[in-house]
C-alpha cells in the first residue's frame, strides 16, 4: 500500500553534519538544518541545543492531524504506518 506522504527531517546540525549523517545512514529524504533551533522551538522539540526526536504528521493545509512525542528510531517507521491504515 502506498501513502502520499512527503516525509522530512530537521536538525540543530550544520548542512555538512546533517549530509554526512543522511549520507551514513542512507536517508532518502530531506534532512533540514535548523541551526538557529527557530523550528526546534516553534515545535516543542527543544532549544537547548540539542532537539529532541518528536514526530508530526501534518496534512494537506499544514494542520497537526497526530504528534509522537517520544520517537523510538527502530520502531517508528512502522508506527507511522500504522497511524495512516
Same mark, same amino acid.
Request: with cysteine; proline share 4%; glycine share 8%.
Given at each position: 500500500?502506498?501513502?502520499? &506522504?512527503?516525509?522530512?527531517?530537521?536538525?540543530?546540525?550544520? &548542512?555538512?553534519?546533517?549530509?554526512? @549523517?543522511?549520507?551514513?545512514?542512507?536517508?532518502?529524504?530531506?534532512?533540514?538544518?535548523?541551526?538557529?533551533? &527557530? =523550528?526546534?522551538?516553534? !515545535?516543542?522539540?527543544?532549544?537547548?541545543?540539542?532537539? *529532541?526526536?518528536?514526530? !508530526? =504528521?501534518?496534512? +494537506?493545509?499544514?494542520?497537526?492531524?497526530?504528534? @509522537?512525542?517520544? &520517537? *523510538?528510531? *527502530?520502531?517508528?517507521?512502522?508506527?507511522?504506518? *500504522?497511524? =495512516? +491504515?
Amino acid at each position: 500500500m502506498q501513502h502520499n &506522504v512527503q516525509i522530512l527531517g530537521v536538525s540543530f546540525d550544520r &548542512v555538512e553534519t546533517n549530509k554526512a @549523517f543522511a549520507d551514513r545512514n542512507g536517508f532518502q529524504f530531506p534532512l533540514l538544518c535548523d541551526t538557529e533551533a &527557530v =523550528l526546534g522551538k516553534a !515545535y516543542g522539540a527543544g532549544d537547548s541545543g540539542f532537539a *529532541s526526536r518528536i514526530s !508530526y =504528521l501534518i496534512d +494537506e493545509q499544514g494542520r497537526i492531524e497526530q504528534a @509522537f512525542p517520544r &520517537v *523510538s528510531p *527502530s520502531t517508528h517507521a512502522q508506527e507511522i504506518l *500504522s497511524s =495512516l +491504515e
